[in-house]
C-alpha cells in the first residue's frame, strides 16, 4: 500500500527547471556587469555619470524579472486558443505598421515607437508573438502539416510579418524566418522540400545583398575588406580587441578598445569586450553557458506535456540561438556586419525585457513536466 501511494505520488511530481532559472539570472547579472565595464568610459564622457546605461538596463531588467515570475505563475496553456493567437498575430502587424507611420528614427533606423518619453522596439515583442501564433496553428493542424503545401500556407500566414520587420531591419526578419523554418520543420514531414526552400532563401539573400541597395552592398564590401575599407574601422578594433585579449584576457574593466574606438561597444559589439577582458578562456565560457541554457531549453521542449508547448520552447531557443550566432559571428567577422544584440549580455530595454519574458513562459511549460 505504501509502495503504490510512493508511485503515485511521484507519478504526479511536479517539475522545476532550477538550472534553467540559474542559467537566466547569472547572464542577466553578467550582463549587466559588462555593460558597466563597457560603458562607463562612454557614459562619463557623455554625461558625467558612469552609470547612465546600466541604471538604464538595469531598470528594464527588474522589469523584465517581474514580467518572467508573472508568465512563470501563469499557466501557459492559457495561450492555446485561437483568440490569443489571432490577437498576437494581428498585435505584431500594427506595432510593425505603426513603427513605419509614427516610429521613432534612432543612428538613421526607424525601428522604435516612443510614447511619453518612452521608446520601445516593436520587433523584439513580434518574436514572441510570431511564436505564439505559431505554435498554435502547428499543433492545432499538425495533423494536416502531411504535404509541403500545407507547410508552404503557413510560410504565407507569417510572410506580412516577417516583410514588415525585413522593411527597416533585416537581421531581425533573420532571425523570423529561422524561428518560423525551425517550427515548421519540427512539425512537417516534408524536411527535403523545407531544406531546399531554406537554402534557396539563402541563395536569393546573398544575391539581394549583393545587387540590392548601395548600403547593402557597402556592408559586403566592409565584410570583405574591412582593413582597406574608409567603414571598416569598427569591425578592425572589434578583431584587435579580440587578438589583443589573448587566452585569459587583460583583466575586467582594462579594456582599450571601449575607450571610444568601438563605437557601439556596450551594444552589438559587447562579444568583442568580453574577449579583450576576459580572453579566449573567458569567451568560450559564456559560449558554453549559452549552450546549456539551449540545451535546457530543448530537454524542456522534448518533455512538453502538449505539442504547443513543446512549440513554443522550440520557438524561444530557436530565438536565443541563432542571435547568439549571428552576433559572434559578425563581432568575429565571420558573416557581414549587421545589427543584432547579444541575448541577455548587450544593452537594449526591449530585448532584455522581451526574453525575460520569454523565460518565463519555458519556465512555466516546465512547471507541467512529470517525473
Known amino acids: 500500500m505504501a509502495n503504490r501511494i510512493r508511485e503515485k505520488y511521484m507519478a504526479r511530481k511536479k517539475y522545476f527547471d532550477y538550472p534553467l532559472l540559474f542559467l537566466v539570472i547569472f547572464l542577466v ?3 549587466m556587469v559588462m555593460i558597466f565595464s563597457t560603458s562607463s568610459y562612454k557614459s562619463t564622457m557623455n554625461y558625467g555619470n558612469p552609470y547612465h546605461w546600466l541604471i538604464r538596463q538595469g531598470i528594464a531588467a527588474a522589469i523584465g524579472v517581474v514580467g518572467m515570475i508573472v508568465f512563470c505563475k501563469l499557466d ?3 495561450f492555446r486558443h485561437l483568440f490569443v493567437a489571432r490577437t498576437c498575430y494581428w498585435l505584431s502587424i500594427i506595432l510593425l505598421g505603426a513603427v513605419l507611420i509614427i516610429g521613432a528614427a ?3 533606423s526607424m525601428r522604435w515607437i516612443s510614447i511619453g518619453g518612452f521608446q520601445f522596439q516593436p520587433s523584439e515583442f ?3 508573438f510570431l511564436v505564439i501564433y505559431l505554435a498554435y496553428i502547428l499543433s492545432r ?5 502531411k504535404t509541403f503545401f500545407s507547410a508552404v500556407k503557413v510560410l504565407a500566414k507569417c510572410a506580412l510579418i516577417i516583410g514588415l520587420v525585413a522593411y527597416q531591419n533585416l537581421s531581425t526578419a533573420l532571425v523570423l524566418c529561422a524561428i518560423t523554418g525551425v517550427m515548421i520543420f519540427v512539425v512537417s514531414p516534408k524536411t527535403k522540400q523545407l531544406i531546399g526552400i531554406a537554402v534557396g532563401m539563402v541563395g536569393v539573400l546573398v544575391a539581394y545583398l549583393t545587387f540590392s541597395s548601395s548600403y547593402r552592398n557597402e556592408r559586403l564590401q566592409i565584410w570583405l575588406h574591412p582593413e582597406s575599407h574608409e567603414k571598416g574601422l569598427q569591425t578592425m578594433q572589434a578583431l584587435y580587441a579580440i587578438g589583443s585579449g589573448g587566452i585569459f584576457g587583460k583583466g575586467l574593466g582594462q579594456s582599450m578598445q571601449k575607450m571610444g574606438f568601438i563605437p557601439e561597444s556596450h551594444n552589438d559589439m559587447i562579444f568583442s569586450i568580453i574577449c579583450e577582458e576576459l580572453g579566449l578562456f573567458g569567451a568560450v565560457c559564456l559560449i558554453l553557458v549559452f549552450m546549456a541554457l539551449i540545451w535546457r531549453i530543448l530537454l524542456i521542449a522534448m518533455n512538453a506535456e502538449d505539442l504547443f508547448g513543446s512549440l513554443i520552447a522550440i520557438g524561444f531557443m530557436t530565438h536565443i540561438a541563432v542571435q547568439v550566432f549571428i552576433n559572434i559571428a ?4 565571420t558573416i557581414p556586419p549587421t545589427g543584432i544584440p547579444l541575448p541577455f549580455i548587450s544593452y537594449g530595454g526591449s530585448s532584455i525585457l522581451a ?3 520569454e523565460m518565463g513562459i519555458v519556465l512555466s511549460i516546465s512547471k507541467r513536466i512529470r517525473l
Open 106 to 108: 534612432r543612428k538613421g
Open 29 to 31: 547579472l553578467f550582463g
Open 126 to 128: 513580434a518574436k514572441i
Open 330 to 333: 559578425v563581432v568575429t567577422n
Open 76 to 78: 501557459y496553456r492559457l
Open 141 to 145: 493542424d499538425a495533423h494536416k502539416m
Open 355 to 357: 526574453i525575460l519574458v
